[in-house]
């Protein structure tokens, strides 16, 4: 995943899966450790802010080096381009571009960031890969084999290209791990609160969290699926996860999706789904179409274009999801009415915390039998039960708590849809600006 790689050509020779390729001793990089030893040596030893920012040490390091002709690190200094393809060397008419997108937020909160920071040390100055410790040195591994002179790619991890144009300043097309982010809670103001939040805590899941809908198929994962699966619960059926000899076990299959808790559930929470992601669509300023017929400019800039890709990706993500919920609904919609028998769990099925999506293991750590009881005495059960009596169902958009009547569960989710319009924006980019880096 990067536009430029490395050659093996002066090596004359293949590389195996697993073979150290590249190697470079301590001495020659430059760290925190080399910052405090030049120059900027005095000023690291008194600023606590250069103390407690290793990025910004490791910045000023550069830059020193940079005015220093004799400097051991000019030959490579030299091969550094001039400017970067960041927001932050973005023009105004370019990062106009991002509007909408969820990554806008933190552009902006980078933005700010680095502007109180150069103001501070103006006032001040007056102006990855591993780690061996053994050998000390910091070393390369191939991920796969190559042969002699085969270009090698830099992995930079599973980012989404919201990560890739904020921090690296290129966007990767057909980027399988790219994402859409989303944050979804369960209202204090339910009036079944109590009840979903101890089974989403036997799950491991937290009652607000920001979730993800992904570019590949399932648009949700493992988690997500758990955690709408419980927010869409009767009453009933989290009694079913609280209560009984096989309590335990609807905890451990809510993140499968071969074992809905019933037909009725999965109805909700992908028509859920499906009214979710159609108003995130909504909340966009131009539409798939328009995208596509402005790229087909050629007089774009080169972030101009990276930024319309961006908002365009979100856009796709989401049309994907309202799609395949919708085809959800309707293929559960049809097992309900058939009255088709539910799966039932075996004990003997080992994956049931994973989904489809490679990357995506759900992370519900789910307590051992002794943990187990030591939840039930934490929490009676059915106190929990009898307090889920005095509130009503509801959600959580980013900080902001829904107040409901005494609609029943279907119209409390009707109601959240339409009342989510107004904030569905907010609920996802709320999530972005949520994140500090």
Not at 51 to 57: D, H, P, R, S, V
Request: aromatic share 10%; charged share 25%; proline share 3%.
């Amino acid at each position: 995943m990067c536009r430029s790689g490395l050659w093996l050509r002066k090596y004359g020779k293949s590389k195996k899966a697993e073979e150290l390729f590249l190697w470079v001793p301590r001495k020659l990089l430059m760290t925190v450790e080399s910052a405090k030893n030049s120059v900027l040596g005095p000023l690291y030893s008194q600023d606590r802010i250069l103390q407690a920012m290793g990025n910004i040490a490791l910045a000023f390091h550069l830059l020193c080096e940079r005015a220093s002709p004799n400097s051991f690190w000019q030959p490579y200094i030299q091969t550094l381009p001039s400017e970067y393809d960041t927001p932050l060397y973005f023009e105004e008419d370019e990062v106009r571009y991002l509007q909408s997108t969820q990554a806008i937020h933190d552009v902006f909160s980078q933005y700010k960031n680095t502007a109180r920071q150069y103001a501070y040390f103006y006032k001040v100055i007056q102006i990855t890969t591993g780690y061996n410790l053994e050998d000390d040195r910091c070393e390369c591994v191939a991920l796969q084999d190559f042969r002699a002179g085969e270009q090698i790619y830099i992995f930079y991890g599973t980012r989404s290209n919201a990560e890739f144009v904020i921090h690296s300043g290129f966007f990767f097309d057909n980027n399988s791990h790219d994402r859409v982010k989303i944050k979804l809670g369960v209202s204090k103001s339910d009036r079944l609160y109590a009840m979903k939040a101890e089974v989403l805590a036997r799950a491991g899941i937290p009652t607000s969290s920001v979730f993800a809908l992904h570019f590949t198929e399932p648009p949700i994962s493992a988690q997500l699926l758990a955690f709408l699966r419980v927010f869409c619960m009767t009453e009933e059926e989290l009694k079913e996860h609280l209560l009984g000899d096989s309590a335990i076990d609807r905890i451990f299959t809510l993140g499968n999706s071969e074992f809905p808790v019933s037909w009725d559930n999965e109805v909700k929470l992908w028509t859920f789904l499906e009214d979710r992601a159609s108003l995130l669509l909504k909340t966009y300023k131009t539409t798939i179409e328009e995208d596509k017929s402005v790229l087909k400019n050629h007089d774009l800039s080169v972030r101009a274009k990276m930024a319309i890709k961006l908002r365009l990706g979100e856009k796709e993500i989401l049309e994907k999801a309202v799609k395949s919920a919708a085809v959800n609904r309707e293929y559960y919609r049809q097992q309900m009415e058939e009255k088709a028998p539910l799966p039932k769990y075996e004990e003997s099925n080992l994956g049931l915390l994973e989904s489809s999506v490679g990357d995506s293991r759900l992370p519900l750590v789910l307590r051992n039998l002794e943990e187990e009881a030591g939840v039930q005495d934490a929490l009676n059960i059915r106190e929990a039960i009898s307090k889920a009596k005095a509130t009503e169902n509801g959600l959580v958009n980013g900080e902001n708590s829904i107040p409901n009547g005494t609609r029943s569960e279907n119209e409390s989710l009707n109601q959240e849809s339409k009342r989510a319009v107004e904030d569905a924006k907010g609920s996802s980019s709320d999530s972005t600006a949520g994140v500090k880096e």
